[in-house]
């Protein structure tokens, strides 16, 4: 089996940083593709971005590009999600995920087979 572990998440104000990790364990040989989701309360759970196993592609949602970067270091299992000039409507509860999968087309959250608790986001305005 394959755990994912989110943490970083807090309070902000708009404009300000956050970096979340996700650390991996388990039989981390078994997944691929890694990935970012968040959910707001409310809403479905949304793609934020994704990155290839070993970090040579990523992809994101069109809301965070060029605020958000997503990056891997696979000597540690460890998973990031740099988050810059926030907004008050990236709050939600972010969500760590692998996949088995390695194409990064596929966005979908029924994609993606191993999933962490979450942790909280929340930007102050």
């Known amino acids: 089996q394959v755990q994912v572990v989110e943490s970083g998440g807090g309070l902000v104000q708009a404009g300000g940083s956050l970096r979340l990790s996700c650390a991996a364990s388990?039989?981390?040989?078994?997944?691929?593709?890694m990935g970012w989701f968040r959910q707001a309360p409310g809403q479905e759970r949304d793609f934020v971005a994704a990155i290839s196993r070993i970090g040579d592609k990523t992809k994101y949602a069109d809301s965070v590009k060029g605020r958000f970067t997503i990056s891997r270091d696979n000597a540690k299992n460890t998973m990031y999600l740099q988050m810059n000039s926030l907004k008050p409507e990236d709050t939600a509860v972010y969500y760590c995920?692998?996949?088995?999968?390695?194409?990064?087309?596929?966005?979908?959250?029924?994609?993606?087979?191993?999933w962490g608790q979450g942790t909280q986001v929340t930007v102050s305005s």
């Open positions: 995920a692998a996949r088995k999968g390695v194409s990064l087309a596929e966005t979908a959250a029924t994609y993606f087979d191993y």
């Open positions: 388990g039989r981390t040989f078994s997944f691929n593709a």
